[in-house]
Every structure is written in C-alpha cells, then in structure tokens.
C-alpha cells in the first residue's frame, strides 16, 4: 500500500481524467515497472491501522520475553508487576490470617499476587500484596511497560519508539478515566 494525496484532476477534450498524486516515500522503481501497463487502480481515504492498547501491547511484549527467555507469559507479567514500585501494599496480619487472605487475594488475577515476610511483631506476618495491571493508573501502566520494554530490549527484541509508547498510553488515561 502506498499512502498518498490527491492533488489535481485534469479533464481531457477526449473525455478521460489525468490524476495527480502525490506520494509519501520512493516510487521510482515501482513506476518504472509499471509505466505503460493496464492498471487495478483503487484510491480510498487512508486511515492509519489500528494499533494495540496498553495493555495489549504489555502482552505483546510478555508473549516476545517469554519465548526468548523460556519463561511462562504468567511469570513474565508476574515478576514486571514485582519489579515496579507503585502497585502494591504492605500489611501486617495475624498469623492465623494470612494463608486466606492470600487465597482471596491471588483469585483476582494472575497478576494479583502475595509474597509474605515475617513481623517483628510476635503471631504476625508482613504481607506484600501487588495488584494486577487491570486497575492500574496511566503511571503505574507507564512504568510497567517501560520495564517489559527495558527487558524486551537487553534481550534484542524490537519495542515501539516512544513517541508510540506516550500515545498507546494516552489512550489508556481516555479509556480508564
């Protein structure tokens, strides 16, 4: 496909039209090839392709880890969520707690996840839990992506520019505000 503007038309005493194009990017080689033949010609308005979400393309680039790396896709999406600051709370509960809260917490996702530390406090347990990217905010989805692209990039794996990353994620703020 070739993307282009319309520029002039030209009616003929014979009763054909002349079209002027103008084109983004180098033709010459394709006019060459092409001058003097029969032509399929159809001319529409452009409009740009559809790209991936945030969040799609936060499982665009786990899915590239994964494979390069042998991980699981969960455990890619589970350690970025680990790896950011943000997207978690720390709370102190009865020993006797802990295991349900855990239980409770983990059904919400797989990025919904628990690591738990002893207290100082006697019968108690410190417990971290992280929230899964489904309610994240514009920032807290920023860093997420800028982690998985940070990774996708040590490990070789072509990532969008970030002028693609600041608009995937203004559609996110629209989407989620």
Not at 13 to 37: C, E, P, Y
Not at 86 to 105: E, M, N, P, Y
């Amino acid at each position: 496909m070739i993307i282009g503007e319309l520029k002039d038309l030209t009616l003929n005493r014979d009763g054909s039209q002349n079209v002027t194009i103008t084109i983004k990017g180098d033709f010459r080689a394709g006019f060459d090839a092409l001058r003097g033949k029969p032509l399929d010609i159809e001319v529409k308005e452009h409009k740009p392709r559809r790209s991936l979400d945030a969040n799609a393309y936060a499982w665009v680039l786990i899915d590239k880890i994964a494979e390069k790396t042998h991980i699981k896709k969960s455990e890619v999406y589970r350690q970025a969520i680990r790896e950011i600051g943000g997207v978690s709370t720390t709370i102190c509960l009865l020993d006797k707690a802990v295991d349900f809260f855990r239980q409770c917490w983990e059904m919400k996702g797989t990025g919904w996840q628990t690591e738990a530390e002893p207290s100082k406090l006697p019968g108690c347990t410190n417990v971290t839990a992280y929230y899964g990217s489904s309610v994240y905010d514009t920032r807290q989805m920023a860093l997420l992506i800028d982690n998985l692209i940070q990774d996708a990039e040590a490990l070789g794996i072509e990532t969008i520019t970030p002028a693609e990353k600041a608009r995937l994620l203004a559609q996110y703020r629209r989407k989620n505000e």
